[in-house]
């Protein structure tokens, strides 16, 4: 076969008549548009292909208007596209000229019509093309694909590499594009060589033997020793050319050393493709990455899918098979994940997406689910071994020996990433290393050698699926099965009893693994005393996640299995807290969270487990804060302090004691000690699992920053405030759980809506919002429609009211008494705003009788009674004397608590009632000492009125 003309397939598929060669210049650039290649000054410049077909269209073309459709049916010929598709494109291209800068201008849009290139450009042609054009014609290379998607960086680095090493070997799994890049790569350099490139496709061949017939009539050569080896260096003496050596992993180790000969003619390059290295002499290695897909994401947009070469493909692919497809909002994140979860694999990808038109997206999404995806159907026309993922891997997994055969099926009852130790438990071999690197080797696990930690591996999704097959075939799954979840539940094990010394480390890599023991352990097949001790170590690595349903799943479950034995044990011990910190922060405060807590505790107790008493003990008293029973909070954060004493080797103790105490105090209305004991738990400790500062699935740290953002505020310390604010939430945005996350967004809000803030403060509801329901966080969302409604109310929209009510009524169901005051106090609010002051009088008289059950001591009751004074002073039948009282009141309480926010208010409140009276006296005598007092925060909202108050006495 002949080969098709370098470059002349993007050329006619664009509708160009580029000549041979052809080169264009424009400002510092160069395009060659057969070799697909843009440089600047003589560097390679980094262009994606469908921005680099864009370019070569309006160079050729430059002066003129070429339409958006007519960019549609060149780039996008048999796809379905979007004009924000073509916006983005060009947007890339922009940034890759830096379009602008210094005044430049290349590429220009004519609004309504399309795009020019407004740049001069110039053309030559390349001598050496030309004088090489014979011989490429004459080179028996397989045709290029008219369009190689996200590998257009990888074929430029491959380049230098063959250029400058001599010899490369492209390695990944089957199925990568490892023949395509080669086939471009061989195309790509034919000038360079002259047209001398020779391609031999071993994929065909199955005896060694047959190797030196191929590779001598692709080089020309009729060897008359029998020894090729020996000839070849001879032979190829006075030849500068690139041999490509294509699938050479079922013959590699004939292949090694001829393809070692053929670089010892100094002239020679060699290029291999396989799943292995060849591992001789001079040879580079490139592993080919799977195409790029999106992160994972809950939405991503059409437009920003398509950026990604991987979902290109899949919608070319789906076009090209004949549906009527185009990439919708809604279809990209499926679409998305589909690609991840075929690991970026080209032919994978391929074969998914030639199922859309019987499928439809989210039916061949779905079928990712089973195994039948191995067996989906390729081009009729691919190699037998590429017609389907199972023939892919059959080809593959017919190379391995027994042994190799043997540790790939084990290993797919592992799930995603796994370690080194993590294989030894399952293979059980002295010689796992070996074994794992071999797997490693030919290219049917990936490894990471990035981490800290020592290297990772995974199985790519396809092959998992297609060992855990053979694994089931081959009678050995129920047996690997009870290993795993033996394994697992030893890890976990040994991650609990870790080192107190040492910082706690994330369980999250065991995730996947968790959940598969456990559905096997709890299956009919199962075993269920295995089962309840891997529920029972598994519900730490659930909390600290934040699956805190899943966690309340399996504690149940495990729950329901115990045995007599088990009765009054550390086992049920931590099932039942599992239980009730789960449904805490999932469903409410209800009764059984109590009981679930205070039984667990019992058993701490009667165990004399101090550490597990400091962990239940902060459990019940996060539960009492959220029920606004702080009196017998404060309680059980002196009684933490007191076992906190008997842990003197865990600093740490020490600190969630003091972050119980600190969080009572400041809703109780004692500031300085709120202050004090806030700070004393963030000083610098030892993180330990023991006490848990990640423990129920939320970092006690985060908690103490938050109350101490709030205290200072009430303490007159802006500036501090706020930034201790912000650090709460980034820290806790960093941690990444939900419960943290959704934890530091409620509390640290009030302090943004005290400064006045109103902008930061929405920006934080409408994220804690989208955290509640994103991780079902149930009481979340009512507490987050509830400050949604504050700040309606604040900002004059007394729409917000109702949103207050609904949001308090479903908090009382769920006895999340937390801000009920806070939430009575705006309502009120919204209704005198309204002219309802009598409904305003009646809500803050039931939001003060709330304060009563801790003896008439709340955080807020300032706030509270300086509201109540206002409310009677703006009755068109105000009372004065009455309105002046709870003025008073709310200044005294305020003076108590040492809230000096508080007092502000208050005062400022006096002191616009005196000036009516015309008391400037009284007036300045009451508010000018408060604001002075002052050195912080002096451009926020309060100030400022103050202030203005005071300009005017």
């Known amino acids: 076969m002949k080969a098709a003309e370098p470059g002349r397939e993007t050329a006619q598929a664009l509708g160009l008549g580029l000549g041979l060669g052809a080169v264009l210049h424009f400002g510092p650039f160069s395009l060659f548009p057969r070799e697909r290649r843009l440089v600047r000054d003589g560097q390679p410049v980094k262009i994606g292909s469908r921005a680099l077909d864009v370019l070569v269209i309006l160079t050729e073309r430059a002066g003129e208007i070429v339409t958006k459709e007519e960019l549609i049916?060149?780039?996008?010929?048999?796809?379905?596209?979007?004009?924000?598709?073509?916006?983005?494109?060009?947007?890339?291209?922009?940034?890759?000229?830096?379009?602008?800068?210094?005044?430049?201008?290349?590429?220009?849009?004519?609004?309504?019509?399309?795009?020019?290139?407004?740049?001069?450009?110039?053309?030559?042609?390349?001598?050496?093309?030309?004088?090489?054009t014979a011989r490429a014609l004459a080179s028996e290379l397989p045709a290029r694909l008219e369009r190689i998607l996200g590998r257009d960086t990888t074929i430029r680095e491959i380049v230098e590499q063959v250029r400058a090493s001599r010899f490369v070997s492209i390695v990944g799994p089957g199925g990568m594009g490892k023949t395509t890049v080669a086939v471009a790569l061989a195309h790509a350099v034919l000038e360079d060589f002259a047209g001398d490139v020779s391609f031999v496709d071993l994929g065909s061949l199955r005896e060694p033997h047959q190797i030196a017939s191929a590779l001598c009539s692709a080089l020309g050569f009729a060897p008359v020793s029998q020894d090729l080896a020996a000839s070849l260096p001879a032979f190829l003496r006075d030849r500068r050319m690139l041999v490509v050596l294509d699938s050479c992993e079922h013959l590699i180790d004939a292949v090694a050393p001829l393809a070692e000969r053929l670089v010892a003619a100094a002239g020679v390059h060699v290029l291999t493709t396989s799943r292995e290295p060849l591992r001789v002499e001079g040879e580079h290695v490139h592993r080919l990455a799977p195409l790029a897909s999106p992160p994972e994401a809950s939405a991503i947009a059409a437009t920003e899918a398509l950026a990604f070469p991987a979902v290109e493909l899949f919608v070319e692919r789906a076009t090209a098979s004949g549906t009527r497809f185009v990439l919708s909002d809604d279809d990209a994140p499926v679409v998305s994940d589909l690609c991840r979860r075929l690991d970026g694999i080209a032919l994978a990808i391929e074969f998914a997406a030639g199922r859309v038109e019987a499928y439809g997206i989210r039916g061949t999404a779905s079928l990712l689910e089973n195994r039948f995806k191995l067996l989906w159907h390729g081009r009729r026309t691919a190699l037998p071994r590429h017609q389907t993922l199972s023939a892919l891997l059959d080809w593959s997994y017919n190379l391995l020996d027994g042994r190799e055969q043997r540790a790939l099926r084990r290993l797919s009852i592992l799930v995603g990433i796994f370690s080194l130790d993590d294989a030894a438990g399952i293979l059980d071999e002295e010689d796992a290393i070996g074994t794992l690197g071999s797997l490693v080797d030919k290219s049917l696990i990936s490894v990471d050698t990035r981490g800290s930690e020592g290297p990772r591996y995974r199985l790519l999704d396809t092959t998992r699926a297609y060992a855990h097959a053979k694994l089931s075939d081959a009678g050995e799954l129920q047996e690997l099965a009870k290993r795993h979840a033996q394994y697992v539940c030893a890890m976990l094990e040994c991650e609990r009893n870790h080192d107190r010394e040492m910082p706690a480390r994330s369980l999250a890599r065991y995730l996947g693994n968790a959940r598969a023991a456990l559905d096997w352990s709890f299956s009919n097949g199962g075993d269920p005393r295995l089962a309840v001790r891997l529920a029972t170590e598994a519900v730490s690595l659930f909390m600290e996640l934040s699956l805190l349903r899943e966690c309340a799943r399996w504690a149940e479950a495990a729950m329901a299995l115990l045995e007599p034995s088990d009765r009054g044990t550390r086992r049920e011990m931590d099932l039942r807290a599992a239980l009730g910190v789960a449904a805490m922060f999932t469903k409410g405060n209800g009764p059984e969270v109590r009981e679930a807590l205070s039984s667990a505790l019992a058993l701490a107790d009667e165990v004399d487990e101090p550490r597990e008493q400091l962990r239940l003990l902060g459990a019940l008293n996060i539960l009492l804060t959220r029920t606004a029973e702080w009196r017998e909070g404060l309680l059980v954060g002196q009684r933490s302090e007191a076992v906190a004493a008997r842990l003197d080797d865990d600093p740490a103790a020490r600190s969630l004691a003091d972050w119980m105490i600190g969080t009572c105090r400041h809703l109780l209305g004692d500031q300085v000690a709120a202050e004090a004991r806030c700070r004393s738990a963030l000083e610098p400790t030892p993180t330990s699992r023991s006490t848990a500062m990640l423990q129920f699935g939320f970092d006690h740290r985060v908690r103490a920053l938050i109350v101490l953002a709030r205290a200072l505020w009430l303490l007159g310390r802006v500036d501090d405030a706020l930034r201790v604010a912000d650090r709460a939430i980034r820290d806790a945005a960093e941690i990444g759980q939900p419960t943290t996350v959704a934890i530091s967004l409620v509390w640290t809000s009030s302090v943004y809506v005290w400064c006045g803030d109103f902008e930061r403060a929405e920006e934080v509801v409408e994220r804690l919002v989208v955290y509640a329901e994103k991780h079902s966080l149930g009481p979340y969302i009512p507490l987050a429609l509830g400050l949604r409604g504050e700040l309606l109310v604040k900002r004059g929209n007394f729409a917000g009211v109702e949103l207050l009510r609904k949001a308090g009524e479903t908090l009382r169901a769920g006895r999340h008494d937390l801000l009920q005051t806070v939430f009575a106090t705006a309502i009120a609010e919204g209704l005198a705003g309204a002219g309802r002051f009598e409904d305003a009088l009646q809500t803050i008289d039931a939001a003060l009788a709330l304060a009563k059950r801790n003896d008439g001591e709340s955080f807020d009751l300032p706030e509270m009674?300086?509201?109540?004074?206002?409310?009677?002073?703006?009755?068109?039948?105000?009372?004065?004397?009455?309105?002046?009282?709870?003025?008073?009141?709310?200044?005294?309480?305020?003076?108590?608590?040492?809230?000096l926010g508080w007092e502000l208010r208050a005062a400022t409140a006096l002191a616009e009632l005196y000036t009516r009276r015309a008391d400037k006296t009284s007036a300045r005598a009451i508010l000018e000492p408060v604001y002075s007092r002052y050195d912080q925060g002096l451009g926020t909202a309060d100030l400022l009125a103050a202030k203005d108050v005071l300009s005017t006495l």
């Open 73 to 132: 049916a060149k780039v996008w010929p048999d796809t379905a596209v979007e004009e924000s598709g073509i916006r983005v494109h060009v947007a890339a291209l922009r940034k890759a000229l830096g379009d602008g800068a210094g005044g430049a201008r290349y590429v220009t849009n004519v609004p309504g019509r399309g795009y020019s290139f407004v740049a001069p450009v110039e053309r030559s042609t390349s001598l050496g093309h030309i004088a090489g």
């Open 865 to 899: 009674l300086r509201f109540k004074g206002r409310v009677l002073l703006a009755m068109p039948s105000r009372d004065e004397t009455l309105g002046e009282r709870y003025l008073r009141q709310a200044l005294d309480h305020a003076r108590e608590q040492n809230a």
